[in-house]
């Protein structure tokens, strides 16, 4: 029985040893079949790229020998055009050679028949070619201006016109009166004061006349000067908004006024300075730009001039070409000279230009400046764009008064009139000339003297000043003690 069960398990071990290696033979046969078909495919893949090399070699010695033929023939083409201009430029000199000698045959011939040289044929026939072309270039000379000149004159309208357009400003004019609004009717009562010593107070210190009206809830500052106007309305705003009003606070009010012009000067000149879009301009002349604010010229407002000239001026040089900002510049700052003109001998072209060359500008926009009357001879486009610009806003309709301008002229000339007679402290023109104020030393006026110096003051005016109606002086002497107690 053991026997045949060890008989057993070894028949099972050969069978199974005989499978083992049955198996291992197929997968030998395998792997032997796929690396026989891998090779094949390694063999093919490099013949093709064989055949490939080969072929491109082939290629580029084709187009090797293809560039070398198209050298070949290149060098002939050349080789040929230098023989057929060498041909041409022999033929050229041969017909120019053939011409000259029928040219001067011709003219020998012509010579002969006129009797005359050919040297002196050609020079009779170069006087008359000469002569007509002369003419003819005369004509076209004379077209071609009176067409220039049309189309200059109407080109030039057009620019004017368009920037009068683009830059058309209300009209306005400086007033003598200026309305100041009033939060309710009892604050008419607290401006006037018990007995009215509150604006006979406001009146005195300001040469303005304040005029209270019923049924208008808003008072009157009447003064022909535009500084007195300005201070007075500062000081009546501050009072009213403050609400308490008395002699002594109209006197604070107004010394803060005054103390501020310098500042609104400034502010006012910074504001012009945006709205005419220029820039860099040295802080001496803002401040003296912001004087302007208050000058008129024949009842123009002279700031608000130089800002209208200098966007007219750029809209023009814009169309011609010119130099915009330069323009503008210049346009600006040609009338910086009226803020001192009333203080410095010159005119205030000639005034402006020197505070404008002190201030470090260019020559051209200097020279704007000072040419913009013909005072000096302009020497740049800009500086006649500058003339044309100040002429148009100057002479639109509205922009000024001469009657303005004559009626600040004569109050002026009445309170100098006045201040020169002796004792006087200040003379104030007011109620539109028919009333004069005279405040006085009172050191130097006694109470009597007061009366006597109204009365000569008032035969003075007569005889000087040939103005229709009365004038009334007013003759102030006013005597102030102050003390510290402590």
């Given at each position: 029985?053991?026997?045949?069960?060890?008989?057993?398990?070894?028949?099972?071990?050969?069978?199974?040893?005989?499978?083992?290696?049955?198996?291992?033979?197929?997968?030998?046969?395998?792997?032997?079949?796929?690396?026989?078909?891998?090779?094949?495919?390694?063999?093919?893949?490099?013949?093709?790229?064989?055949?490939?090399?080969?072929?491109?070699?082939?290629?580029?010695?084709?187009?090797?020998?293809?560039?070398?033929?198209?050298?070949?023939?290149?060098?002939?083409?050349?080789?040929?055009?230098?023989?057929?201009?060498?041909?041409?430029?022999?033929?050229?000199?041969?017909?120019?050679?053939?011409?000259?000698?029928?040219?001067?045959?011709?003219?020998?011939?012509?010579?002969?028949?006129?009797?005359?040289?050919?040297?002196?044929?050609?020079?009779?026939?170069?006087?008359?070619?000469?002569?007509?072309?002369?003419?003819?270039?005369?004509?076209?000379?004379?077209?071609?201006?009176?067409?220039?000149?049309?189309?200059?004159?109407?080109?030039?309208?057009?620019?004017?016109?368009?920037?009068?357009?683009?830059?058309?400003?209300?009209?306005?004019?400086?007033?003598?009166?200026t309305w100041i609004d009033l939060p309710s009717e009892e604050m008419k009562g607290r401006i006037i004061g018990r007995e009215g010593r509150n604006i006979r107070a406001f009146e005195a210190l300001t040469g303005v006349n304040v005029i209270v009206e019923e049924g208008v809830n808003a008072v009157q500052?009447?003064?022909?000067?535009?500084?007195?106007?300005?201070?007075?309305?500062?000081?009546?705003?501050?009072?009213?908004?403050?609400?308490?009003?008395?002699?002594?606070?109209?006197?604070?009010?107004?010394?803060?006024?005054?103390?501020?012009?310098?500042?609104?000067?400034?502010?006012?000149?910074?504001?012009?300075?945006?709205?005419?879009?220029?820039?860099?301009?040295?802080?001496?002349?803002?401040?003296?730009?912001?004087?302007?604010?208050?000058?008129?010229?024949?009842?123009?407002?002279?700031?608000?001039?130089?800002?209208?000239?200098?966007?007219?001026?750029?809209?023009?040089?814009?169309?011609?070409?010119?130099?915009?900002?330069?323009?503008?510049?210049?346009?600006?700052?040609?009338?910086?000279?009226?803020?001192?003109?009333?203080?410095?001998?010159?005119?205030?072209?000639?005034?402006?230009?020197?505070?404008?060359?002190?201030?470090?500008?260019?020559?051209?926009?200097?020279?704007?400046?000072?040419?913009?009357?013909?005072?000096?001879?302009?020497?740049?486009?800009?500086?006649?764009?500058?003339?044309?610009?100040?002429?148009?806003?100057?002479?639109?309709?509205?922009?000024?008064?001469?009657?303005?301008?004559?009626?600040?002229?004569?109050?002026?000339?009445?309170?100098?009139?006045?201040?020169?007679?002796?004792?006087?402290?200040?003379?104030?023109?007011?109620?539109?000339?028919?009333?004069?104020?005279?405040?006085?030393?009172?050191?130097?006026?006694?109470?009597?003297?007061?009366?006597?110096?109204?009365?000569?003051?008032?035969?003075?005016?007569?005889?000087?000043?040939?103005?229709?109606?009365?004038?009334?002086?007013?003759?102030?002497?006013?005597?102030?003690?102050?003390?510290?107690?402590?």
């Amino acid at each position: 029985m053991l026997q045949s069960t060890i008989i057993v398990l070894l028949l099972g071990a050969s069978l199974i040893a005989l499978l083992l290696v049955m198996f291992a033979r197929r997968e030998a046969k395998a792997i032997r079949e796929a690396a026989q078909r891998e090779t094949k495919d390694v063999r093919e893949d490099a013949r093709q790229r064989i055949a490939e090399a080969k072929h491109r070699e082939e290629r580029a010695l084709l187009r090797e020998k293809e560039t070398a033929e198209e050298h070949r023939n290149a060098q002939r083409y050349a080789r040929n055009l230098e023989e057929r201009v060498a041909m041409v430029a022999k033929d050229e000199k041969r017909v120019a050679a053939e011409r000259e000698q029928q040219r001067t045959a011709h003219v020998e011939a012509i010579a002969s028949l006129a009797g005359t040289t050919a040297e002196e044929a050609k020079a009779e026939l170069v006087a008359r070619l000469t002569g007509g072309a002369r003419a003819d270039a005369a004509a076209e000379v004379r077209r071609i201006e009176k067409v220039a000149k049309r189309d200059a004159d109407e080109r030039g309208r057009k620019i004017l016109v368009d920037a009068m357009q683009r830059q058309a400003a209300p009209t306005a004019a400086e007033a003598s009166v200026t309305w100041i609004d009033l939060p309710s009717e009892e604050m008419k009562g607290r401006i006037i004061g018990r007995e009215g010593r509150n604006i006979r107070a406001f009146e005195a210190l300001t040469g303005v006349n304040v005029i209270v009206e019923e049924g208008v809830n808003a008072v009157q500052l009447s003064c022909f000067d535009v500084e007195r106007r300005e201070i007075a309305e500062v000081t009546l705003a501050a009072l009213v908004e403050d609400g308490r009003i008395q002699p002594q606070r109209v006197e604070a009010a107004y010394a803060r006024a005054v103390a501020g012009a310098a500042q609104r000067h400034r502010d006012a000149g910074l504001d012009a300075l945006e709205a005419a879009k220029v820039k860099g301009v040295p802080q001496e002349i803002v401040d003296t730009l912001g004087l302007l604010r208050l000058r008129s010229s024949y009842g123009q407002n002279v700031l608000a001039h130089l800002v209208e000239t200098a966007q007219i001026a750029a809209d023009i040089a814009v169309a011609v070409g010119a130099d915009v900002e330069t323009t503008r510049r210049g346009a600006f700052l040609h009338d910086l000279g009226k803020a001192y003109s009333h203080e410095r001998e010159g005119t205030h072209a000639a005034i402006g230009a020197e505070i404008a060359e002190r201030a470090g500008e260019t020559d051209t926009v200097v020279n704007a400046i000072a040419a913009h009357h013909d005072e000096v001879e302009p020497a740049s486009i800009e500086a006649i764009i500058v003339q044309v610009a100040d002429a148009i806003s100057a002479s639109r309709p509205g922009a000024r008064r001469e009657d303005v301008e004559h009626y600040v002229e004569r109050m002026n000339h009445l309170e100098t009139f006045v201040s020169e007679h002796a004792g006087v402290k200040k003379a104030i023109s007011m109620a539109a000339g028919r009333e004069v104020r005279v405040v006085v030393e009172p050191d130097e006026v006694d109470d009597e003297g007061t009366r006597e110096l109204a009365r000569t003051i008032a035969d003075h005016i007569s005889k000087e000043f040939n103005v229709p109606g009365e004038i009334r002086v007013t003759v102030i002497r006013e005597l102030r003690a102050d003390a510290v107690a402590g």
